[in-house]
């Protein structure tokens, strides 16, 4: 395979192998829509792991000193494991590996990504990197306790559970991830670029693609950053460097290492870790976007300004990671730098709450599946934003910094608000993939039961950080100012995590149920503007768009264009057709 | 259209959670009262974001869902609204950070006059040192740490009279500014106070620091805020604000690391001379009577013999009205003269051959071995007892002393007393044993390892 110019990828001369066997065409496939559906089966597979640990830890929270199973060493690894699987294995691979291969080549009208084999290859990474990953829980000592952000020398020393083994797992499990996501990556900017079918300028293209595009831009740059902490982290283990090792007792023993730095490590890893965040997030407000616009059958709010916003939230990420760092020992001066570029990203963040809020302004609202769970991100993110502004903002954040506030705030903006917005995705092109309808009363139901229950949640969560209560502690027993009704809070929010967890059993149940008995769905069912809603057969094929590909004419928000006959556009909808104003 | 109601209470009701919550900020003890000033302030503005932008978006729901018939408008753009939007939200953001940087201004200068406390944080525990007359903390060498040099100080004369804090209590002298300068001997931790509001990791390798003025007298409690292994929630200390002549009592009484190099050996003859009445119930040899419930002492470390000596003889220990053999020994403690005295007999014990005790009968082995491994951190692989942590050998007691120990940890009764800061740390660990046969279990490991009967 030569350099892909952008002529070849057009229309039918692009070459894509058509596998005849099950295993060639479900196992080995190179189709981007195949891999998308393999990364959406293993992320929500690890999820469910990620989901019970997290069951794990409310149940000791929630009511201590009745688990025998849980105990300080297991509940450790519980936190670890649940926080690096949601970040890393569940929303990172969800939204750029499931959502970006599945929607990319659909939405800027390609017949697949630019390098189909590289593309299978990643997944392949991807699943290695997971089985490594798991393999943790199955050497002696189990799986790294040291907490997801892996900080020396805690997490290479005695006293972490899993120092012996479960670290190097983790370690390994985490340079294949980077591996594999680096060819999807790569995959994604090259496809985006260069595979966008005829009309399709970067200024026509979805926000979704926009979305999927930055973020894969920012995970280009900043997984870099955590592939070199790890591998210096994996030297000072097992070769005995001293990167990130001062002089130091281990247990009451001299350790061998001297001169190292640990806050070198947290500069890597943040520098990596906040990019992380948008990452997640930016994904996140491209699809949600668009589900805002289709289903209030009204052009999204000023799309110039919300392009703008990702990329320069994009670019404002990079300066801002030491906002994580604010009572890490690094110089206090650093503290003015990074809180006035951490308050300067929310202007370009608050500006899309705006917009999106002003897209339902004077539209035509439907309250479907898909836009339950978006108006339940929006309120979520907005909560979740608020409270980074606390955060952000150096005094403020000292009082809060490692207590419960800080797991409120982050589990509202990155976990509970990008999972809304996958459900919302998942709903929104489960017609198009399975060509079935999913149930609405059971998707009704896991919508009111996630959105309601989290918030019980984490909202509290917050309050608790106010009253000081520390993160990351396996019982608050001998504590002078914790108040006793903080355990009673802590049984309230257990209880509510069970109720969301059962909810997601109706998710699970409704995709699977759907898949055979679910009303046959009409090809575009929401009446979407965008190219994956105008392929010749639902499912698409393999190649998306049979004989030719389509021409695009227009941005992807035509929605109720005065004067013409449907309230959409397709973007394929050659103007003369109709009696409308000139396209954009 | 249900979602729009939804909105609104949930917004509503999120303002009434902050104003009626039972979790507020915890009372103010130090001069940090303008960092509440900036959570306040953050707390109101993006309080009124958070109302506006949901009420509007409830609002918009409700006036804009769908009708038959109806049909949305078409407005890409509108540049004067998005401008508008934009320079209030600059605005806005702006306000929340100038008193932020204002404030933090004043956090990363610790004023001249400040005096200086060095805080200590180690697995899992804390200890402190103040400066000597010269005012100059002595200099530091991670290598030289060790039991006999537990500061870690060099050859420098600057440290000889330091003060020494070892156990995990530090006085501050109310409305004095200190400047707290942290040092890790291990891992990463933090000392926060939650009513000082300031708080700072300790980084092993270098020295970070942070000031303060504690207002308030009073006794708080220090935690650790960085997750620094198995026992991170159990490790703690006690400040107490007290006058400044209190506080000058208390240091000028301190131990220099002078004092501590100097330190007369312990005077075995006179240990043995005072182990007699030990011996009664302890055995000769500190084999202990079982019969009595008298535990082996032979094979336990002097500081764990010593600590827990004064523990009965201040009545942090042995006090509890449950207690009933703890009551027994604290006449006996009392006995003993003097601080000297203590540690002559300690010593004298720590002769002895060390007990060895049969296998619990009752208990599953296997499954205790799988408790044992938090254990196992403090008190060693093996029991053999940890010096680091204060972790006390457990091999060679007895299953009837381990079970009733453990017991009396998990109820309470033993190690909660305030000045027990080992016990507390004990009390919370000994919640992971959820039941009797936990314990039982546990046991029927540790006697068994100790003594290489294991299977």
Redesign the interface.
């Known amino acids: 395979m030569g350099e892909p110019s952008r002529e070849a990828l057009l229309d039918e001369e692009m070459e894509l192998v058509h596998p005849r066997t099950f295993l060639g065409k479900y196992i080995w496939s190179q189709d981007a829509k195949v891999i998308a559906i393999q990364y959406a089966l293993t992320a929500t597979a690890i999820g469910l792991v990620a989901l019970v640990l997290s069951i794990l830890i409310r149940l000791q929270l929630g009511f201590p000193g009745t688990f025998s199973l849980i105990d300080p060493s297991s509940y450790l690894q519980y936190v670890t494991m649940h926080g690096m699987i949601m970040v890393v294995y569940l929303l990172t691979a969800f939204l750029l590996g499931a959502f970006g291969n599945y929607l990319i080549p659909l939405m800027i009208g390609a017949r697949d990504m630019a390098f189909p084999f590289l593309n299978m290859l990643s997944y392949w990474f991807y699943l290695a990197s997971v089985l490594i990953l798991v393999a943790g829980f199955f050497v002696p000592g189990g799986p790294t306790g040291g907490g997801w952000t892996l900080y020396p020398p805690q997490v290479i020393s005695a006293g972490t559970p899993g120092a012996e083994g479960g670290i190097v797992l983790m370690l390994v499990s985490l340079i294949v991830f980077i591996a594999g996501f680096t060819m999807g990556g790569l995959n994604y900017v090259v496809t985006v670029l260069q595979a966008r079918t005829r009309g399709m300028t970067l200024m026509r293209l979805p926000l979704t693609v926009w979305g999927i595009f930055m973020a894969t831009v920012l995970a280009l740059l900043a997984f870099p950053a955590l592939l070199v902490a790890v591998l210096m982290l994996l030297s000072d283990l097992l070769l005995g460097s001293s990167f990130f090792m001062p002089a130091m007792l281990n247990l009451g023993e001299p350790s061998s290492h001297e001169g190292g730095s640990p806050l070198l490590y947290q500069h890597l890893f943040w520098f990596f870790g906040h990019p992380e965040v948008y990452i997640v997030a930016l994904p996140a407000f491209g699809i949600v976007s668009d589900i805002l616009a289709c289903h209030a059958r009204k052009n999204i709010f000023g799309y110039r300004m919300m392009v703008w916003a990702l990329i320069l939230i994009g670019v404002l990420s990079f300066v801002v990671w030491a906002h994580h760092m604010f009572v890490s020992g690094m110089s206090p001066y650093f503290g003015f730098l990074f809180a006035t570029t951490t308050l300067i990203i929310a202007v370009p963040t608050a500006i899309k709450v705006y917009n999106w809020v002003l897209t339902l302004w004077r539209g035509n609202i439907r309250l479907t599946v898909p836009m339950l769970f978006a108006i339940g991100f929006l309120f979520t993110f907005v909560n979740g934003g608020l409270s980074g502004l606390f955060l952000g903002n150096v005094t403020v954040d000292v009082p809060l910094s490692d207590t419960y506030f800080v797991v409120g705030h982050f589990h509202m903006v990155m976990a509970v608000a990008p999972v809304l917005v996958i459900f919302a995705g998942l709903y929104h092109w489960y017609p198009k993939v399975t060509g079935r309808m999913f149930h609405q009363g059971l998707a009704k139901w896991h919508f009111w039961l996630t959105f309601l229950g989290t918030y019980v949640v984490y909202f509290p969560m917050h309050f608790m950080g106010f009253a000081g209560v520390p993160r990351r502690y396996y019982a608050y027993g001998e504590s002078s100012f914790i108040p006793d009704s903080v355990i009673t809070l802590n049984m309230v929010i257990t209880l509510a995590a069970l109720v969301v967890a059962a909810a997601q059993l109706l998710f699970l149940i409704n995709m699977a149920w759907s898949l055979r008995r679910g009303e046959r769905a009409d090809p575009n069912p929401w009446g979407a503007t965008t190219l994956e809603w105008q392929t010749p057969h639902t499912p698409p094929r393999h190649g998306n768009f049979g004989e030719r590909l389509p021409v695009v004419y227009r941005w992807a928000y035509d929605y109720s264009v005065p004067g013409a006959p449907r309230d959409f556009l397709p973007q394929n909808q050659p103007p003369q057709a109709q009696g409308e104003e000139a396209p954009r | ?1 249900i ?1 729009a109601w ?2 609104i209470l ?1 917004t509503l009701g ?1 303002v009434l ?2 104003l009626v ?6 009372p103010l003890a130090s001069n ?1 009262g ?3 000033t ?2 306040q302030i ?2 109101l ?2 309080g009124a ?2 109302v506006a ?2 009420l ?2 409830a609002w ?2 409700l006036r ?3 009708r038959a018939g ?9 540049k004067r ?2 401008g508008w ?2 320079l209030v ?2 605005v806005g ?1 702006a306000a ?2 100038a ?3 204002w ?2 201004g004043d ?2 200068r610790a004023p001249e006059e400040a005096h200086r406390v060095e805080v200590v944080g ?3 525990r804390w200890s402190f040192r103040l400066p000597g007359e010269d005012g100059e903390f002595g200099r530091v060498d ?2 030289a ?1 060790e039991a006999d040099n537990p500061f870690g100080l060099g050859e420098d004369p600057a440290g000889l009279d330091d003060r020494l804090v070892m156990e995990p209590r530090l006085l501050l002298p109310q409305g004095q500014p200190v400047q707290l300068r ?1 040092r ?5 931790h ?1 000392f ?1 106070v ?2 000082f ?10 020295v ?1 620091h ?1 000031w303060l003025t504690p207002t308030e007298p009073g ?3 220090v ?12 490790m ?1 200390a006690r400040i107490e604000v007290v006058a400044p002549e209190v506080f000058e009592a208390w240091r000028d009484g301190l131990p220099t690391q002078a004092d501590w190099l100097a330190r007369a050996n312990p005077d075995l003859e006179a240990g043995r001379t005072h182990y007699a009445s030990c011996a009664a119930c302890h055995g000769a040899s500190g084999g202990g009577n079982a019969a009595i419930q008298a535990p082996p002492l032979a094979g336990l470390t002097p500081d764990y013999l010593y600590r827990q000596l004064e523990l009965f003889r201040h009545g942090a220990r042995g006090t509890h009205a449950e207690d009933g053999p703890g009551q027994q020994m604290r006449p006996f403690a009392l006995q003993l003269p003097d601080e000297a005295a203590i540690g002559d007999v300690a010593a004298y014990i720590a002769t002895f051959e060390p007990a060895i005790s049969p296998p619990a009968e009752a208990g599953d082995p296997r499954r205790g071995a799988g ?1 044992y ?2 254990c196992a ?1 403090c008190h060693g692989a093996r029991g053999e007892g ?4 204060r972790g006390p050998p457990l091999a060679g007691l007895p299953d009837w002393y381990l079970i009733r120990q453990l017991e009396h940890f998990r109820e309470g009764i033993r190690g ?1 007393h305030a000045d027990d800061p080992y016990g ?1 740390q004990m ?3 000994a ?2 044993l ?2 009797r046969r ?1 314990v039982e279990d546990v046991v029927a490991h540790i006697t068994r390892v100790g003594t290489g009967t294991e299977e």
């Open positions: 259209m979602i939804v909105v949930l999120s959670f902050y919550s039972p979790w507020q900020l915890t940090w303008t960092m509440d900036t959570i953050t707390a503005v993006t974001v958070f932008v949901n509007f978006l918009v729901i804009y869902r769908h109806r049909r949305a408008d078409f407005e890409p753009e509108n609204l998005e939007l934009t939200t600059g953001i929340l950070l008193p932020g940087l404030v933090w956090f990363v180690q697995q899992w991670p290598r740490l942290l890790s001997k291990d891992v990463l933090n926060q939650a009513n509001r300031a708080k700072m990791d300790l980084v092993p390798g270098q970070s942070f006794d708080y409690q935690v650790c805020a960085e997750l620094c292994g198995i026992a991170h929630f159990a703690r408790l491994r938090t951190h940890v010096a680091a942590t909660r507390n009390v919370d660990m919640q992971m959820v039941n936990a």
